[in-house]
């Protein structure tokens, strides 16, 4: 399965970007976690967000979850990243 996400972000012109999230890659037993923002002017932003599993049952024994518990926990506080503007 892979969800994906292209965002993209028009702020006013009074409004300036200062920063953005560093790209972030994470792989897992089976799953693969890749976020990119860019900056492509001082008042747009986009971001593209890609979630890949490969995961052969529709559920999680407590070994395998175990195991990607922390790559997963790394992957939820990704999605709480900011961009920042001024």
Known sequence: MTASEDSTFEFPSS???TSV???VS???DGVRFDMHYE???VHTVSGTIVLRTD???AFCTPEYYARV???LAR???SLR???LYK
Do not use: L, N, Y
């Open 26 to 28: 994470i792989a897992a």
């Open 21 to 23: 999230p560093r790209p």
């Open 75 to 77: 992957i939820a506080a």
């Open 15 to 17: 409004v300036e970007v």
């Open 69 to 71: 518990r922390p790559d």
């Open 39 to 41: 900056t492509r002017d």
């Open 81 to 83: 990243v900011q961009i």
């Open 55 to 57: 995961h052969p049952r």
